[in-house]
T-cell receptor
Framework: AQTVTQSQPEMSVQEAETVTLSCTYD???????LFWYKQPPSRQMILVIR??????QNATENRFSVNFQKAAKSFSLKISDSQLGDTAMYFC??????????FGKGTRLHILP | DGGITQSPKYLFRKEGQNVTLSCEQN?????MYWYRQDPGQGLRLIYY???????QKGDIAEGYSVSREKKESFPLTVTSAQKNPTAFYLC?????????????FGPGTRLTVL
């Protein structure tokens, strides 16, 4: 079975620091897509970043970047210069080929003032 | 504004009752999805629809039903057969009829069984 594992249930960092959230996945597929979603206290799921497996270059969106290691099946999210508004649950998600998306259980991130 | 709306935000149900959760999108997206979120768990797929008048079961479809009579609407009915319906329900949509397109989410409905 294809799975997504987020090994850090909860993390806390000081404002302005850099934090990295871990995500690993298990698949035998070669073509797939990876996502990080953010769910703030409002509970609205917001897409943070998307990566296509065939692209070697790591995706970047402003302060958010990923470290995609295809051979290791790892897809970590780095948040630079963290802000109080980054406080949220972060979900890693994996979409194999043309199949349904699979979500990890999430990492609760607290940004401390 | 383009987006996905879900109503109501909070819903209370007595045991034995069916309830319907609304999901509407004006993004002209082909595909729509329903997820269930429980504490400490990721999202689990209930049903999805890639085109009008067609839908498929997800991983936890038992006790739920859907319809897709219009492109912009994908209501979810939680039936009395669902043994533990208290949860947060999220609707999503994506452009295109394949799963590879990015999904965008509505604000969710919190269902509580009394």
């Amino acid at each position: 079975a294809q799975t997504v594992t987020q090994s850090q249930p909860e993390m806390s960092v000081q404002e302005a620091e850099t934090v990295t959230l871990s995500c690993t996945y298990d698949t035998s597929e070669n073509n797939y897509y990876l996502f990080w979603y953010k769910q703030p206290p409002s509970r609205q799921m917001i897409l943070v970043i998307r990566q296509e497996a065939y692209k070697q270059q790591n995706a970047t969106e402003n302060r958010f970047s990923v470290n995609f290691q295809k051979a290791a099946k790892s897809f970590s999210l780095k948040i630079s210069d963290s802000q109080l508004g980054d406080t949220a649950m972060y979900f890693c998600a994996f979409m194999p080929g043309d199949d349904k998306i699979i979500f990890g259980k999430g990492t609760r991130l607290h940004i401390l003032p | 504004d383009g987006g996905i709306t879900q109503s109501p935000k909070y819903l209370f149900r007595k045991e034995g009752q069916n309830v319907t959760l609304s999901c509407e999108q004006n993004l002209n997206h082909d595909a729509m999805y329903w997820y269930r979120q429980d504490p400490g768990q990721g999202l689990r797929l209930i049903y999805y629809s890639q085109i009008v008048n067609d839908f498929q079961k997800g991983d936890i479809a038992e006790g739920y039903s859907v319809s897709r009579e219009k492109k912009e609407s994908f209501p979810l009915t939680v039936t009395s057969a669902q043994k533990n319906p208290t949860a947060f329900y999220l609707c999503a949509s994506s452009d295109g009829a394949t799963h590879r397109d990015t999904q965008y989410f509505g604000p969710g409905t919190r269902l509580t069984v009394l």
